[in-house]
């Protein structure tokens, strides 16, 4: 859940606020009786977003755009096939990172995944896509 220390303080300090309302708008036991739950359910929603950690932070614009898979080789695939990871970015500039899991080697193309490719660094053709 995103934001969920956030909604609890949100929703804490409604709730301990509309039993506030409540208990000067309706005076006597039944304002009393509607407002005390909702004080209390408030007050322990409170403490609850208070003894919670920070939602982590995500990357930067910094860090995402100086993003790189490791240069490493991929084990073997199901039947001895040649493993191989393509990653694309989704922001512009889209860039493309091709890595090839037999020799390790890492190519940045500009743009889409491409329709075939072969690794510049063992000359494997690691996938063509059929028209």
């Known amino acids: 859940m995103r934001h969920l220390r956030n909604n609890l303080f949100i929703t804490s300090w409604t709730l301990i606020l509309?039993?506030?309302?409540?208990s000067v708008g309706l005076p006597g036991a039944s304002?009393?009786?509607?407002?005390?739950?909702l004080a209390?359910?408030?007050?322990l929603m409170?403490?609850?977003?208070?003894?919670?950690?920070e939602e982590p932070k995500g990357m930067s614009e910094m860090d995402i755009s100086k993003w790189t898979p490791e240069a490493d080789p991929l084990p073997p695939g199901a039947g001895g096939s040649v493993m191989f990871r393509v990653d694309t970015t989704l922001d512009v500039p889209?860039?493309?990172?091709?890595?090839?899991?037999?020799?390790?080697?890492?190519?940045w193309n500009d743009g889409q995944k491409p329709a075939?490719?072969?690794?510049?660094?063992?000359?494997?053709?690691l996938w063509e896509e059929e028209e």
Do not use: N, V
């Open 40 to 43: 209390i359910i408030g007050s």
């Open 94 to 107: 889209i860039r493309t990172s091709i890595l090839c899991g037999s020799c390790g080697h890492l190519e």
């Open 18 to 22: 509309l039993a506030a309302g409540i």
């Open 31 to 37: 304002g009393l009786a509607i407002s005390a739950p």
């Open 116 to 125: 075939s490719y072969a690794c510049a660094g063992c000359s494997l053709g």
């Open 46 to 53: 409170l403490i609850w977003a208070i003894s919670m950690k």
